[in-house]
């Protein structure tokens, strides 16, 4: 069934969302007096798409497997689990578990360019749990995300996630304006902490040759792409290119191996938890996001299609080299 796609003129609620955090806002600078080197390259959509939100984000995606039965307890029982789905894609992922996918990214050169609005890089870090029935129509794939630590020097960025009902915590970072660093024993290591609370995501990842990983990029293209929800009020369309100059050649993406350690009050309780041999992935990638969307319109989503990823439809695709 085919998205009735275009990219969706963004809501005038939002804009309005956006301009009225600004003006009360003011440009802030970055907290740390506007030292805040990134090392993400820059926004590659803004020019193609501006009167879309664009930017970039760099990111570890990791697959934590859980019990069915534990993913159960934590996804609100309305939502069947499309066990079919994740299975198509994952054929020999263990019996009667369940892929939940953390997500470590850094925000960088996010814009609304029609309207000269830029938003200053945050980082953000979550878990996150795909392939829900949320239409209860037994094949769309939906994606819920209940709770986020995010920079908490970020007013938009963490105004924009509760206006989803996200449970949000005002977070700290290591590293500061990246994605990622690397530690002394050639592993990469990022943490967001709270600022308010003991809560934390800690994620620390050797790399590995790419064919090493259980996972197929597939994977993390279908989960990335999917519909995103907090509370079920509204939905994000957030679509992730994955097929430009930013995750090929030099930037190709890179398997990792390694640990998570947590303690976020939303899913456990404020217990301590930590997952070891965790596969995943590093990725940038530029992204087009339509926000606050009636989940309804997104039944049937089959992500951005078209050849090769770098294909959007209603875009300009002749004659931008992404
Ligand atoms: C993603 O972040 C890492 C760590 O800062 C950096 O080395 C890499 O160049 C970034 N990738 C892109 C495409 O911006
Ligand atoms: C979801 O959260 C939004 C933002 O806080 C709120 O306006 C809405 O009423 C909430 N919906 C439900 C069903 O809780
Ligand atoms: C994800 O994969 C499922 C199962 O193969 C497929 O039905 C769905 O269309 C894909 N969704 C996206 C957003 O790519
Ligand atoms: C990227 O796009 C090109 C051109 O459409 C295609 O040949 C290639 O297979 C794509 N690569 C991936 C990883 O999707």
Redesign the pocket.
Known sequence: MAFPFSILPISAAFVLVLSSLFLSLGKSAPANGGVCYSQDLPNILAESFPNSATGVLNATLAIIPISLESARRLIPPQYRILEGAYRSLLPDFPEGMYPVMLQAAHDHDVQFRAYGITIEDFSRVGFEFPFLDFMGDGYSSFRWAPAQLISSTNDIALDGSRAYGTIVSPAEYEPLCDAYETLPNGATHFKGSSVNSAEFIELEMKRLPLNLSPYP?ELFKNITNQPTFANGTTCDNMIRL??TTMSTGEYAPRAVLGSVKARTNALFQGADKEWTEIYGVQIATPFIENNYLDCKTMQGYEGTGG????FVPGGDNDDHEL
């Open positions: 990029m994955f097929n050849p090769g990823d770098s």
